[in-house]
């Protein structure tokens, strides 16, 4: 049976118990936080995550029922809506929560990989860049994703969390002088980003390769020592373990933008180098957010859908929602943008 592990005012983690020696079987994560559902609406939003079943016990039910009792403990804790993600590809998970918990697909964010190399990569000469304090890089997210979905209204609890690298902008240098940080105003031509550290977090590793992947993988390293010079992308080591710098807060503007987000998202590789055990720079974005093309990735481990369900915890006369001007339901509703603001907490 399901029972409580740990709960908080705003996380909970349930486990699944069976058998005589009450051995645990199942597990089931999720937290509560508050959360723009676009046009500066913001909805109590529960987020579903590490579901695990024990093989030996699946096709019991045992899935449904963590589901289910965690959902109880999202409601009394406010949420009126909760949301999972999982791969495209993952079946049994996308037929657990649509067909058994009437969840429903509703995003399909990008997931974009760009590999860690052994060279630093270069930042255009005509770029700068410059670091900024939680407290402005708040105030300028605040603004810029007020009518994004999924935007966490406790956000400067993320940047001043210790697996915050910072907060970064690029703009052409000419503006440099004229730009001062401190009015909050973004220059004419700008790109920004945060990085979070996952390496604190969890480890990954790639296991399973065929003995020819995994000798032209390491040649391409053996070759890029002999040959410096040649700057090749030499294939990091990732068949042992490695941590991932997440890219999140990404939002560019004015005429030279694609440049600078590039330029940005090198200087978050270069960052990820310097790291010892940081194999890779990960980013995700919505499938029609203006800085998905200009994100450097490798096609080979990215992948174009992750896949977003959700479902409404509260019926339409419990909905005390006092918006007059939007629709009472955020499912059926149009979304007022195309980016979405993924929490690297919940990556």
């Not at 407290?135 to 935007?151: D, G, K, V």
């Not at 915050?164 to 052409?172: D, E, S, Y």
């Amino acid at each position: 049976m399901p029972r409580p592990k740990f709960a908080t005012a705003h996380h909970a983690e349930q486990v699944a118990e069976y058998g005589e020696g009450e051995n645990i079987v199942g597990v089931i994560r999720g937290c509560v936080k508050s959360v723009t559902r676009g046009n500066s609406v913001h909805v109590k939003l529960a987020y579903i995550l590490g579901l695990r079943v024990s093989p030996n016990h699946r096709r019991l039910g045992i899935g449904t029922k963590l589901v289910r009792e965690l959902e109880e403990w999202c409601k009394q804790n406010g949420a009126e809506y909760a949301y999972m993600a999982t791969d495209c590809t993952n079946e049994a998970s996308i037929n657990l929560f649509t067909k058994k918990c009437a969840y429903l697909k509703f995003r399909t964010p990008t997931v974009l990989v760009q590999p860690v190399h052994a060279h630093h990569k270069p930042i255009g000469s005509g770029i700068g860049i410059i670091k900024l304090i939680p407290q402005l890089a708040e105030s300028i997210y605040r603004r810029i994703f007020a009518n994004s979905e999924f935007f966490p209204r406790d956000i400067d609890s993320i940047l001043r969390n210790k697996l915050n690298l910072g907060t970064f902008v690029a703009l052409p240098k000419k503006f440099l002088s004229k730009w001062d940080p401190k009015t909050g105003i973004l220059p004419p031509s700008f790109a920004i980003l945060s990085v979070w550290n996952t390496k604190e977090v969890f480890k990954l590793q790639v296991k399973g390769v065929s003995a020819l992947t995994y000798v032209c993988c390491m040649g391409t390293r053996l070759l890029d020592a002999c040959l410096p010079w040649l700057r090749l992308p030499s294939f990091p080591d990732v068949f042992r373990q490695f941590g991932v710098y997440f890219l999140y807060g990404l939002h560019m503007g004015g005429k030279y933008a694609s440049r600078l987000m590039k330029s940005l998202c090198a200087f978050a590789h270069n960052m990820a180098r310097d790291d010892a055990g940081c194999g890779a720079v990960v980013a995700e974005v919505g499938q029609g957010d203006p800085a998905r093309e200009a994100i450097p990735h490798w096609k080979r481990f990215s992948w174009a859908e992750d896949l977003w369900c959700i479902k409404k915890l509260v019926d339409a006369n419990q909905d005390d929602s006092n918006e007059k001007c939007e629709p009472s339901d955020w499912i059926k509703s149009q979304s007022s943008s195309s980016v979405i603001f993924v929490d690297p907490r919940d990556f």
